[in-house]
C-alpha cells in the first residue's frame, strides 16, 4: 500500500512538523483550554495546519482525521476504510513544561487497523517510523537503523514505562501486583518507542486515551515485533464510535 516514495514523503512531513513546532519552541506558550479541558498551544495548530496539507497534497484520496480537525471530521472516521488519523503534538503538557518529550505522531488507519506510523520527537531529531509487513526503523542524525523488540533475561528485572503527567490508582494498583520492578517515566507516545528500542518491556494504560494518541506508536511497536492488547487480549483497534480507546497493555 505504501511504497518507498510515499514513506520517505511522510517521514519528511513529519520532520517538518517538528521544525515547526521547534520554531516556536522558545517562545512565551499562547495556551487556550479546549472544551475536553486539554491544552491547546500555537505550536500544536502550526503542526497541525502543515501536515493536513501536506498529506492532502500527497494523497488527495485520503482524509486526513487529526486531533485538532473539527467534529465532523473525527466523525467521518467510524466509516472511513482508509485515513489519516494524525497527533499534529503528542505531549502538549510535557511542550508547556519544555523537557522534551513530545511528539509528532502520524498513522495510517485500514479497515480499523494501525498499519503504519511515524512517530517524530522533535528535540531528540528522531524518527521512529514502522508497522506489520515494514518492519521498525529509528533514523536519527547517525543514519537508520531496523529496531526489534528484545526478550527481557529471566533473571532481570522488569522494566515499566509509564507516563509523566497521568498517573491514577488504576494504574497503581495493577503496577503494585506486578511484584518487583523498575519504572520509567516518560512522556506522550514515547513510551511505546521505548518499547520498540528494546529500553523497556511493559507500559499499562489503565486511563483515558484517545485513538490519535496510540495509533501511529502502535504501528511502530508491532514493527518491531510487539503488541499493544486490550485488558481482554483484544488488538487495540480504531475507527470506533467512541474516540476514546479502552484500557490496554503495550508489551514485548
Known sequence: MLNDELIAAVLQI????????????DEPVELTVKADESPLTQADKASHQLIEQKLRELTP??????????????AKRTVLPIYWLVDPLDGTKEFIKRNGEFTVNIALIVDGAAVFGVVGVPVQNKLYWGGK???CWLQDETGS??????????QAMLRVVGSRSHVNAETAEYLQKLGEHELVSVGS???FCLLAEGK?????????????????????????????????????????????????????
Open 14 to 25: 513529519a520532520r517538518d512538523a517538528g521544525q515547526s513546532i521547534l520554531s516556536v519552541y
Open 61 to 74: 484520496e485520503w482524509q486526513v482525521v487529526s486531533e485538532e480537525s473539527d467534529d465532523t471530521v473525527k
Open 133 to 135: 509487513g515494514y518492519g
Open 145 to 154: 537503523r531496523a529496531l526489534h523488540v528484545t526478550t527481557k533475561p529471566e
Open 189 to 191: 507516545s514515547l513510551k
Open 200 to 252: 523497556a518491556d511493559l507500559y499499562p494504560r489503565l486511563g483515558p486515551t484517545c485513538e490519535w494518541d496510540t495509533a501511529a506508536a502502535q504501528a511502530v511497536l508491532e514493527g518491531a515485533g510487539g503488541k499493544v492488547e486490550t485488558l481482554e487480549g483484544q488488538p487495540l483497534r480504531y475507527s470506533k464510535p467512541d474516540i476514546l480507546n479502552p484500557w490496554f497493555v503495550a508489551s514485548i
